[in-house]
């Protein structure tokens, strides 16, 4: 059973700091890519960041280049979203995906101005 559990949200001052991690587990984890996505109330799940498992290959949406970086860790099947200059337009629950439709039950950031 595929199966991602995140952690890490929280609240914090614009301009402060979060590291979202996502630990998978029930599939072969280096075949695949996983992604953060996000969820701000009354707006639609958006994209933020993904990574190959493989070869480390990442995406960023424009929203949060320079500002977010997106690492995993092979060994531990951790995906991490290191979160810096946070604004509260960040604000949102935060979500990680694997696969077609494979989501986690999510992990609440906000960000206070």
């Known amino acids: 059973e595929v199966q991602l559990v995140e952690s890490g949200g929280g609240l914090v001052q614009a301009g402060g700091s979060l590291t979202l991690s996502c630990v998978a587990s029930g599939f072969t984890f280096d075949t695949y890519s996983i992604g953060w996505f996000r969820q701000a109330p009354g707006k639609e799940r958006e994209a933020v960041s993904c990574?190959?498992?493989?070869?480390?290959?990442?995406y960023y949406a424009d929203s949060v280049k320079g500002r977010f970086t997106i690492s995993r860790d092979n060994a531990k099947k951790t995906v991490y979203l290191q979160m810096n200059s946070l604004k509260p337009e960040d604000t949102a629950v935060y979500y990680c995906n694997v696969g077609a439709g494979y989501w986690g039950q999510g992990t609440q950031v906000t960000v206070s101005s």
């Open positions: 990574i190959r498992l493989d070869d480390g290959i990442s």
